[in-house]
């Protein structure tokens, strides 16, 4: 098969369209032909080398987590799933036109949904329900401030939280102000804007899927008692703030989870935008263009 290929950390420029051995098919697990695949900061953490400590690379090696395509076999003991399938799954070694993948993970695409799109789905949507429905445990009623709102992430974030019966305040910089306004959210406040984060009232939990300076500026916004949630790890001040409970959380591919995300998605009611479509071959424009930053989900078609 063709994938792209990593023989070492670096820039863009080492993401090689290569030929690479065709993934071996295990018990519970099914081969999946490749329609299409996105790519997320992970992605670009693991080729810098950046996120090597927590997520390395065995060299010559394959990144990618989001698959959405085609079962063309089945390995020993797999049920409910049948070569012909379309399906997607937060999964690993994607950038390639193969990819083996647990059946437990995979979740069958809707009908309505186009099997390429469908790949802009899986990491954020269920970081983002992961971020709020276990990270910050958020109830009906209660205050949650979610930071990046506008990102895959982030938009997921603010639709599980209002389906929680939450009231959101939308995190974004002050360039993105007018399109978070479309994202259903309660308040939306620029937290690049000091003025405007020291106006903030005490909120019941922070959803933080920025990170950094950002992210340890509002943990002060937490009152005693209730949650920070990252995606990115704990704050650096984190110390300072005995009384709040810091959750770090982790994405797991949950093939349930996925298909409530994509129906809010075909229901109209989540938007992940993409805005742009390339060939696998050109995954190193890809990464360029997301480095760049302002733009949705960039999808690479096998």
Same mark, same amino acid.
């Given at each position: 098969?063709?994938?792209?290929?990593?023989?070492?950390?670096?820039?863009?420029?080492?993401?090689?369209?290569?030929?690479?051995?065709?993934?071996?098919?295990?018990?519970?697990?099914?081969?999946?032909?490749?329609?299409?695949?996105?790519?997320?900061?992970?992605?670009?953490?693991?080729?810098?080398?950046?996120?090597?400590?927590?997520?390395?690379?065995?060299?010559?090696?394959?990144?990618?987590? $989001?698959? =959405?395509?085609?079962?063309?076999?089945?390995?020993? %003991?797999?049920?409910?799933?049948? !070569? +012909?399938? @379309?399906?997607? /799954?937060?999964?690993?070694?994607?950038?390639?036109?193969?990819?083996?993948?647990?059946?437990?993970?995979?979740?069958?695409?809707?009908?309505?949904?186009?099997?390429?799109?469908?790949?802009?789905?899986?990491?954020?949507?269920?970081?983002?329900?992961?971020?709020?429905?276990?990270?910050?445990?958020?109830?009906?009623?209660?205050?949650?401030?979610?930071?990046?709102?506008?990102?895959?992430?982030?938009?997921?974030?603010?639709?599980?939280?209002?389906?929680?019966?939450?009231?959101?305040?939308?995190?974004?910089?002050?360039?993105?102000?007018?399109?978070?306004?479309?994202?259903?959210?309660?308040?939306?406040?620029?937290?690049? $804007?000091? =003025?405007?984060?020291?106006?903030?009232?005490?909120? %019941?939990?922070?959803?933080?899927? !920025? +990170?950094? @300076?950002?992210? /340890?500026?509002?943990?002060?916004?937490?009152?005693?008692?209730?949650?920070?949630?990252?995606?990115?790890?704990?704050?650096?001040?984190?110390?300072?703030?005995?009384?709040?409970?810091?959750?770090?959380?982790?994405?797991?591919?949950?093939?349930?989870?996925?298909?409530?995300?994509?129906?809010?998605?075909?229901?109209?009611?989540?938007?992940?935008?993409?805005?742009?479509?390339?060939?696998?071959?050109?995954?190193?424009?890809?990464?360029?263009?997301?480095?760049?930053?302002?733009?949705?989900?960039?999808?690479?078609?096998?």
């Amino acid at each position: 098969m063709k994938a792209i290929v990593i023989h070492q950390y670096g820039g863009p420029e080492e993401l090689k369209f290569e030929d690479f051995p065709d993934p071996v098919v295990g018990t519970g697990q099914v081969l999946v032909r490749v329609a299409a695949t996105s790519i997320n900061p992970v992605d670009i953490g693991r080729r810098s080398g950046r996120m090597k400590a927590m997520f390395p690379i065995k060299f010559p090696g394959v990144i990618g987590v $989001d698959v =959405a395509g085609t079962i063309v076999k089945l390995g020993a %003991d797999v049920h409910g799933l049948s !070569v +012909g399938d @379309k399906v997607f /799954a937060y999964a690993d070694k994607a950038y390639a036109e193969l990819c083996a993948v647990p059946a437990a993970t995979l979740a069958k695409i809707p009908a309505a949904l186009d099997v390429i799109d469908a790949a802009a789905l899986p990491l954020v949507t269920t970081t983002g329900h992961v971020l709020i429905a276990q990270g910050t445990g958020i109830k009906a009623g209660q205050t949650v401030l979610i930071t990046g709102a506008v990102g895959g992430v982030g938009r997921s974030a603010v639709y599980v939280a209002k389906q929680r019966g939450a009231r959101v305040i939308a995190g974004v910089r002050k360039t993105q102000i007018e399109e978070a306004k479309k994202l259903g959210a309660d308040q939306v406040v620029a937290i690049d $804007d000091d =003025a405007a984060v020291a106006k903030l009232p005490m909120v %019941d939990a922070v959803a933080d899927a !920025v +990170g950094g @300076k950002t992210g /340890a500026a509002l943990l002060g916004k937490v009152g005693k008692g209730g949650v920070f949630a990252s995606a990115l790890g704990p704050p650096m001040n984190a110390k300072d703030y005995p009384g709040v409970r810091i959750a770090p959380i982790g994405a797991m591919p949950d093939a349930k989870v996925l298909l409530e995300m994509s129906r809010a998605v075909l229901d109209g009611k989540l938007v992940i935008p993409i805005s742009l479509k390339l060939p696998l071959s050109k995954a190193s424009d890809g990464h360029i263009a997301v480095q760049k930053g302002g733009i949705g989900k960039v999808l690479l078609t096998a």
